[in-house]
C-alpha cells in the first residue's frame, strides 16, 4: 500500500471565513492530499437548543462558517478541481434546525415580499446516533418523535468566484458555495471550474440531513468531520458544478426561478452524455429527456439548485472520465486504514 | 372472494376527447367498479416512425385523446375521488417521442420567447420487450442504443374543473390533467377533489417511461391498457391532486414559475402531515423539510408540476386514511385472476 | 353625416356571465355597430361599503361578471376582432376596492403558498366626482384622504378562447380576458384574434382608475356604460392581444413568471414593427430596445400581464394599418351627437 | 451665492474598476460636494462602429468600467448616501448599442438555457445630436433611420456591498450598481443604504436613451461628463435603492423572478408612503395599489429591476425628507455658472 499524504485542518474561532473569495489561503496542499477537515454548523455551535435563537446567538454576517480557503498547488483557470468525500461524520451527538424569520420556501421573504407577519424564529434540537446512524426529531408542541436515517452531507463546498468577486458562504453559483443538495454525501466526487490560481476551495455547512428543497430554510444542522480527497484536471474547466458518485452523473443548475437552475442543469447534463457517449446534442437530448432524475436542492437560498443526473450504467458504451473511479479505489485506501 | 364489477372501455376513435370538463359522460359507474380501459397516445397513435411528424400527423387539437369522462354515481362536490392503479401495460410493442417546435424546456417557446429559430421537429421510435419491462432508445444520429427498464405511468388523469371551465388536455391544473409525472404508476393511488356532479373523470398519456421534469417536451409515448379501481371518499375536498403508494404519501403543485409549484406541493404535504401525524404545523413544517423527497413532474406544460414525498414509515404514530390500503388489498384480488 | 347603427346591451342579472366560451349568444351585430353596453362591477355590485366584505356578498364564482358574448357576423377563426373603447363611463358616483385573503401581490396567495395567515379581508369604499373626473381615497384608519384623477378602463374584454376551453372571467390568456392593465382605456382600439366564429366578445369589470401592476389585488372598482365600435379584420389573426392608441402601438403578454410575460409582449412588439416599418428582425429588436415602454398590468391574477408600447411618430416611415385611425374618426362622429 | 466645493474625476484608462467593493477609493470628498466625473461607454470605448465587436474589442471581465470608488467622509454604516445627479451629459457625438451572444431577453442565455445556437453578436453605431438632444438609430440591413429625443441616464451607480462581498460591475443588488432603470436621469436624487466606512460610491454606463427592460441587453451606450451632488443622511438606512424627482418618489427592488423584484419595489413604496403619510400599512396599500406606475428597469441583468412610482403631489399631507428639494436647490445655484 503506497503512503498517504494527509493533511489535517482544524480552524481555531477566528480563522473561519464567511466567504468565497477574499480571504488569505488557511492551507496549501499538493493534488492527491487527503484533507482531514473539521466544520462547524451554520450557527458556528452557539445555537444548542430551543432557547437559543439564531438571531440572537449567530446574527447574519457570522452564518455559515468555512473551512477554508485551501489553496491547491497546481490548480489555475481553465482547470477543473475534484474534489472527492471519503468520509463525512457528524462531530457532535446533537444537531440543530430552525425557522428564521423571512427566510424559508413557505413563508414571505426578503425577496419574495409580502405584507404578512414573519413565521416565528423557532429551533429544534435533533438527537443523533452515530452508532447506528439515525437522528430523531422531537416535537416541540407535542411527545411526537421521529427516528429517520442519517445521511450527512456538506451544504456549502467551492471555489472562489471569477472576476474578482467575493461571495458570501450563503450564496450559491457557479463556483458551488451554498448548493444545499442532498446529493454532496459521501463517496461522491465533486467537480468546480478553477477561477483563481489554488482554486481556494473552501467548505462547511454539514447536515446530519436534509429534505430536498431545504424547504424551511435550515436543515439537520451540525459540526463535521470530513475526509477530502484533492484532485486537478488540467485544462477541462466546467461551467456548473457536476457531481459523480458510482452509480451516477450529475449536473447542478444554481438560478432563480427554479426552472431556469433546472435548464441549466439539464442542457449541462444533455451536453455531458452528448461528450461522453458520443451521441448528437439531439440524440442525447431525447436521451436525457427520457432517463433524468431531477431532485431539487435547495428553494430558499440566494440561487435555488436543481440537480439533473443519469445512471451510468443505463448510458450507451462510452468514454468516461476516469478520474471518480481513480479517487475512489484511493478512498478506499484509506478507508481501510483510518 | 367476491364477485369484482368490471366495466371495459376502449373508444372509437371518434369517442375520445381533448378536454377535462365540456363533454358527455362516456360511461357511468359505482364506486367499488374495476375498469379496465385502453388509452391512445399523445399523438393518437398517428406517428409511428422518424418520418411522421407530428405537426403533419397529428395537429394540435388532435393531440393528447383521453378516455372518458367517466361519471362515478355518487361523486358529489366536495368529495374525493380515489383513483388506484391496478396495472398500466403498454398496448403495442413500441413507443415513439419526439421534439416539437417550441416546446420542451431547452428551446425558447410561446411563453418563454426568444428571436431565436426553433429546434428542429424530430421523432425516435423506441422499441418495448414487455415480457422483460424493457424499452430501448436508437439514436437517431449514429448506431448507438440504450436499453433500459420501463416504468409505465400515465401522464394525464383527472377529473372536471370547477366554475364551469373547461380545459385543454394538455393542461393541468387543481383537478389534475396534464401532470406528467412519473410517481403516477402501477400500484398507487391518486386523489382528486370532485367540483361536479359524478366528477368525470379522464385520463390518457401512458409513457413507457418519462425523466423528471420530461425535459425535451415528449416523454416515451404509447397506448396503454390500464385497470383502475374507483372510489369516492364523501365530503373530503382535497385542493390539489394527491398520490399514495404502499410507501408514500406525495402531494402535486402545479404552477409557474417552478417554485410556486414546489410551495404549493409542501405546503399541502406539511398540512396532511400535521393532521395525520397530530403534530402542529411548525412541528410538521420541521419534519417534513427534513425528510421530503421533491421530484420535478414536468418543466414543459403550460403549469409545472413538482411533487412532495414522504416515507410513511418515517413519520410518527398517526391517523391514517385506510383508503389506498383497502383498494390495494381489493386490486391485489384482481390481479390473482387477471 | 351617416347614420350609426346602434345597440344598447344592458343585462339583466341573471344574463351576466363569468366565463369566456361557453355562453350562447346575448346579442349578434354586424361589423360597424356601435355598442352601448352596461358593466357590472367584478362584485356585481353587492359590495358598497367597509361593512359588505366580498366572501359574504360575493364568493368567488358569481365574481367578475360580464356582459357578452357578443356574437360579431363574419368574424371566424384566423380573423382578427377590432374593438374600439368609445367612451367608458362610471355608471355610478362610488366604486369600491378590496384587500381579499390569500389574493393579490403583496400577500401569499393559493397559487405563491405560505405557511402564514393571510393578510385581514378589508373594503374601501372611494367617492367618484364624474363631473372633474376626480376620485377620492378615504382612509380606514386615519382622516386622511386623496383626491386623484380618474382614468376609467376595463380590466377584462375579450373573445371565446381556442381549442373548445372556457376559462373563468377572472383569467387572462391569449384571447384577452381579464387582463387588467389600464391601458385598456377610452380613445384605444383593442385587437383579438378571433378562435370561434362570431368571435364571442365579452366585457366587463371596469376601475375608476388602477395602479400598474393592481398591487392588493383589486382596483376602484365601478359599473361602467361603455360605447364600442366594432370591426373585423378578416385573415389576419393575432397571436395575443394588442392595443393601438392615437400616439402608441402595444403588444400584451400574459403569463407566469412576469419575464415570460414580458418577453411574449417584447417579441410581439418587435414583429409588429418589423413589418410595420419594414426593418429586419434584428433592426427592429435594437430600435424596440431602445424605444420601449414597459408597464405592467396586473401581477395578481392567475397569469401576469406586461405591456409593450412604442410611439408611433418616434418608427421610421411605415405601413401603416388603417383600422384605428378610420374607427377613431367614426367614434368622433357618434360623440358629436351623443 | 455660497462657495461651492467641487471636485474632478477623470480616471485615467488604468484606474476604472470593475467591482462594487474590493477597491481602494479613487478619492475622499465630504458631503455636499459637487462631482464632475467622466464616465466610459459599457465597453471602455473600444466598440466604435459595425466592426468592432464586443467580443473582440472588450471582453468580459473589462466591461463596464466605473468611476470610483469614491469615499465619501462621514458615512458609515446605517446612514444613506443620498446621489443627486446634477447634469448627465453624453461626452461624445456618437453611442454604440449591440446584440451579445447569450445575453438579451430575447434569446436564451446561461441562466435561461436551452439548446438553440445564440443570435448573432451585432453592432448598431447610434449618432447624438447634443445641441438638438436628440440621436439617430441607423438600420444595418436597409437605409431606414429614427430620430428620437435622447434621455441621459446612468445604467450603473452604487455603493460598496455589505458582509465584505465584492460584485462585478455587471450586477445589480441592495446596493444598487447595475440597475439599468431609465428613472436614474438628470434631475434625481438616488439613495442607497452605506455598508462601509465612506459608502465607496462609484457610477458608470450611460446610456443617451434606454427603453424600459433594456430588451436586447444593451442600451444605446456612451461616455458621459456627468455631475453629482453628494450628500449623508445619518443613521437612516433604506434596504433597496431609492429615487425621488421633483414629481415622484420611488423604490427600487431587484431579483429574479421579474414578480420577485415587482414585490421588493411595491413593499418598499407602500412602506415609504405609509411612514411619509401617516397611514396604516393597509392604507398605503390600498392607496398605492391604485396610484403607482411600475415601469420594468432590466430584464437582461442577473437581477432584474422593477421600479414602483408615485407621484408626490397626489399623496396626503405629509412629512416629506427635505432633502431631494435641498439639494435640487443646490444645484440649481452650480447650473447658473456652469
Given at each position: 500500500m503506497p503512503s498517504l499524504t494527509i493533511t489535517r485542518l482544524r480552524p481555531t474561532p477566528e480563522q473561519f471565513v464567511q466567504t468565497f473569495g477574499g480571504a488569505p489561503a488557511l492551507a496549501h496542499v499538493d493534488a492527491g492530499t487527503f484533507l482531514e477537515v473539521f466544520t462547524e454548523d451554520c450557527y458556528a455551535g452557539w445555537v444548542r437548543d430551543e432557547a437559543e435563537l439564531p438571531s440572537a446567538m449567530c446574527p447574519s454576517p457570522l452564518r455559515n462558517p468555512l473551512t477554508g480557503p485551501i489553496y491547491v498547488n497546481g490548480?489555475?483557470?481553465?482547470d477543473r478541481l475534484a474534489v472527492h468525500f471519503v468520509r463525512i461524520e457528524p462531530a457532535r451527538n446533537w444537531a440543530v434546525s430552525a425557522t428564521v424569520p423571512s427566510f424559508g420556501a413557505l413563508t414571505s421573504t426578503?425577496?419574495?415580499?409580502?405584507?404578512q407577519p414573519p413565521l416565528d424564529e423557532l429551533v429544534w434540537r435533533w438527537t443523533l446516533d452515530l452508532e447506528h446512524g439515525t437522528c430523531t426529531f422531537h416535537a416541540r408542541d407535542s411527545d411526537a418523535r421521529a427516528t429517520v436515517p442519517m445521511d450527512p452531507m456538506h451544504g456549502t463546498v467551492g471555489v472562489a468566484p471569477a472576476n474578482g468577486e467575493v461571495r458570501s458562504s450563503l450564496v450559491p453559483g457557479t463556483y458551488g458555495g451554498n448548493l444545499d443538495t442532498p446529493e454532496i454525501r459521501e463517496g461522491v466526487t465533486c467537480y468546480f471550474g478553477v477561477?483563481?490560481?489554488?482554486?481556494m476551495l473552501s467548505l462547511g455547512d454539514g447536515h446530519a440531513r436534509q429534505g430536498e428543497g431545504e424547504t424551511c430554510g435550515v436543515a439537520v444542522e451540525c459540526a463535521m468531520n470530513t475526509v477530502l480527497l484533492i484532485d486537478v484536471i488540467k485544462a477541462q474547466a466546467c461551467a456548473w458544478p457536476r457531481i459523480e458518485s458510482d452509480t451516477h452523473i450529475m449536473s447542478i443548475g444554481v438560478a432563480r426561478p427554479l426552472e431556469d437552475a433546472f435548464r441549466i442543469a439539464q442542457r449541462d447534463l444533455v451536453e455531458w452524455v452528448s461528450r461522453r457517449c458520443r451521441l448528437s446534442l439531439m440524440d442525447a437530448y431525447q436521451l436525457v429527456s427520457q432517463l433524468v432524475e431531477s431532485p431539487i436542492g435547495n428553494v430558499c437560498d440566494a440561487g435555488y439548485t436543481s440537480v439533473a443526473k443519469v445512471r451510468?450504467?443505463?448510458?450507451?458504451?462510452h468514454d468516461a472520465d476516469p478520474t471518480h473511479a481513480r479517487l475512489r479505489a484511493l478512498a478506499l485506501d484509506y478507508l481501510q486504514d483510518h
Open positions: 490548480a489555475e483557470p481553465g426578503q425577496l419574495t415580499a409580502s405584507l477561477n483563481v490560481e489554488g482554486a451510468k450504467d443505463w448510458l450507451p458504451a
